[in-house]
């Protein structure tokens, strides 16, 4: 079994960043891709973000392409989630998750954190 743990978020002004830290603990991390989710209030968890198991190939919704950078350190069992130009859009629970492999499809994924608040003002 793999527990998460997310941390980083927080209140924000729009055009401002975060960043998300997700570490993880129980089974090898490397064995592992990651991905990264969200929920708005009142609607469905989405995709953000997905890196492989060696971090050489990434994935994102394309509702964040150039604003969001995904990264993993496999020595240290974490994957962090740097959003650069926030936009109020932006506010979501955030989940970071595990799969076999890198994924876009939330079905695939099933290790999940607790998650953590992001809020994006305007």
């Known amino acids: 079994q793999v527990q998460l743990l997310e941390s980083g978020g927080g209140l924000v002004q729009a055009g401002g960043s975060l960043r998300l830290s997700c570490a993880a603990s129980g089974r090898t991390f490397s064995n592992y891709a990651m991905g990264w989710f969200r929920q708005a209030p009142g609607k469905e968890r989405e995709f953000v973000a997905a890196i492989s198991r060696t971090g050489s190939s990434t994935r994102y919704v394309d509702s964040v392409k150039g604003r969001f950078t995904i990264s993993r350190d496999n020595a240290k069992n974490t994957v962090d989630l740097q959003m650069n130009s926030l936009k109020p859009e932006d506010t979501a629970v955030y989940y970071c998750?595990?799969?076999?492999?890198?994924?876009?499809?939330?079905?695939?994924?099933?290790?999940w954190g607790q998650g953590t608040q992001v809020t994006v003002s305007s």
């Open positions: 998750a595990t799969s076999g492999g890198i994924s876009m499809k939330e079905t695939l994924f099933d290790y």
